[in-house]
Nanobody, 121 residues
Framework: QVQLEESGGGLVQPGGSLRLSCAAS????????MGWYRQAPGKQRELVAT???????NYADSVKGRFTISGDNAKHTVYLQMNSLKPEDTAVYYC???????????????WGQGTQVTVSS
């Protein structure tokens, strides 16, 4: 029904930058919230950042001042600009979208397949 496609992950040195993108497609009427979550080996999935349709943002304390989330409502796309990357940022990053479908207005909550981010010297 709704598909999310992440891109932009890769290998970067500490202090470097990456920009992640996530595009939602399918029977979408409106996306209320999109966000990024990450999961490192041996750890639980954790919130990184979210953004609502009206532009309100929320960040994990560990990424405040370094990461910036932004979105394009018309394109159903969310971005995560990651600067000053640290080894502890290494994880699989997952895109999440919550909204309503085009015809039935049913709520949905979908996840992308994830993109690997590795920060290492």
């Amino acid at each position: 029904q709704v598909q999310l496609e992440e891109s932009g992950g890769g290998l970067v040195q500490p202090g470097g930058s990456l920009r992640l993108s996530c595009a939602a497609s399918g029977s979408i009427f409106r996306i209320n919230v999109m966000g990024w979550y990450r999961q490192a080996p041996g750890k639980q999935r954790e919130l990184v950042a979210t953004i609502t349709a009206d532009g309100s943002t929320n960040y994990a304390d560990s990424v405040k001042g370094r990461f910036t989330i932004s979105g394009d409502n018309a394109k159903h796309t969310v971005y995560l600009q990651m600067n000053s990357l640290k080894p502890e940022d290494t994880a699989v990053y997952y895109c999440n979208a919550v909204g309503s479908t085009r015809v039935t207005k049913r709520r949905f909550d979908y996840w992308g397949q994830g993109t690997q981010v590795t920060v290492s010297s």
